[in-house]
């Protein structure tokens, strides 16, 4: 079965760290451009950050999170990480990874691929 598998949401307190990895099953992520995308509470989906499929470097990242997040990917492992610093109680959402097929641009616009998500709470 072909899928994405989402880890590492918790409850953190604001100001602290989360590295949320997004794994792939049942194939591989080499040619797939994976994106990070959120949904808070009421709220519709949002993109937050995107990286390419060669790897060549380039990303994406939402206003919201530049300078706190870094998206990076290790394909012999199969997974893509997110790592966020400095978290905000407007950062509590769930957070899915999804993965489009041959995209040479960081931001994932029509995946093949989505996982269920991992909640992520930033709350003291």
């Known amino acids: 079965q072909l899928q994405l598998v989402e880890s590492g949401g918790g409850l953190v307190q604001p100001g602290g760290s989360l590295r949320l990895s997004c794994a792939a099953s049942?194939?591989?992520?080499?040619?797939?451009?994976i994106g990070w995308f959120r949904q808070a509470p009421g709220k519709e989906r949002e993109g937050v950050s995107g990286?390419?499929?060669?790897?060549?470097?380039?990303?994406y990242y939402a206003d919201s999170v530049k300078g706190r997040f870094t998206i990076s990917r290790d394909n012999a492992k199969k997974t893509v990480y997110l790592q966020m610093n400095s978290l905000k109680p407007e950062d509590t959402a769930v957070y899915y990874c999804?993965?489009?097929?041959?995209?040479?641009?960081?931001?994932?616009?029509?995946?093949?691929?989505w996982g269920k998500g991992t909640l992520v709470i930033v709350s003291s």
């Open positions: 999804a993965a489009e097929w041959g995209a040479n641009i960081a931001v994932v616009t029509t995946p093949d691929y």
């Open positions: 049942g194939f591989t992520l080499d040619g797939y451009a």
């Open positions: 990286i390419t499929a060669s790897n060549d470097g380039r990303t």
